[in-house]
């Protein structure tokens, strides 16, 4: 059973650009969180996804940010119009219903040059 | 509102040595409560949760931790380091209805010398 699979690992976008970061959760895991983590700081929620719907964005800045977890496919957190304080690493986790607990997978490196 | 803090931003113990890692909370509800440790360029991964039950939690790789709810306290502890346990440890919560989202602490790096 693999793992929670980001990709890609590490992406570089130019200021104004769009960041689209993929996340396919373990198998039979239809939770999805994203979270970022800037550079020796922890990790601050973002959202909270179930298939087709959004259960929490209460972290999500309020402009060009965006996600979704549709029935097919992985689950895509967007960043239109990237800015050089959006470069951080971006990590996705998931669980199954019900479960306490979250896996984690290795995040996105995004760097905004 | 959910908060953890990490009060140690560094440990440095000796190998062989006993090391504990410091966390408190504040939740409103019941908290469930974890430990995760990154590796540079890594995701985190899972060590120990305490959800309810004994306080004395025991996790991976010799990893144990203490729930205290008067002290509202989870401090991380290993009876005796490795210098591969040197990595970034972070302390997470939850409530145990509502929100389901982690709220994480600021990270404490370990550092084990030989």
């Known amino acids: 059973n693999a793992g929670v699979m980001q990709n890609p690992r590490h992406l570089v976008r130019r200021r104004g650009q769009e960041a689209r970061l993929r996340c396919s959760p373990m198998k039979g895991h239809s939770h999805v969180y994203w979270y970022r983590q800037l550079p020796e700081e922890g990790l601050k929620f973002m959202v909270y996804?179930?298939?087709?719907?959004?259960?929490?964005e209460s972290g999500m800045p309020k402009e060009r940010f965006s996600a979704e977890f549709p029935k097919e496919g992985p689950s895509i957190l967007r960043i239109q119009q990237v800015v050089r304080g959006d470069s951080a690493a971006y990590f996705c986790?998931?669980?199954?219903?019900?479960?306490?607990?979250?896996?984690f997978g290795q995040g996105t490196r995004l760097t905004v040059v | 509102a959910q908060s953890v803090a990490q009060p140690e931003d560094q440990v440095n113990v000796a190998e062989g040595n006993p090391l504990t890692v410091k966390c408190t909370y504040s939740?409103?509800?019941?908290?469930?409560l974890f430990w995760y440790v990154q590796y540079p360029n890594r995701g985190l991964q899972f060590l120990l949760k305490y959800i309810t039950g004994d306080n004395l939690v025991k996790g991976s790789y010799g990893f144990e931790a203490e729930f205290n709810k008067s002290q509202t306290s989870f401090h991380l502890k290993k009876p005796s380091a490795l210098v591969s346990d040197s990595a970034l440890y972070f302390c997470a919560v939850r409530e145990d209805t509502g929100r389901r989202a982690l709220t994480f602490g600021s990270g404490t790096r370990l550092q084990v010398q030989p």
């Open positions: 986790a998931s669980s199954v219903p019900g479960n306490t607990e979250a896996f």
């Open positions: 939740v409103s509800g019941n908290p469930y």
């Open positions: 996804l179930q298939k087709e719907n959004i259960i929490d």
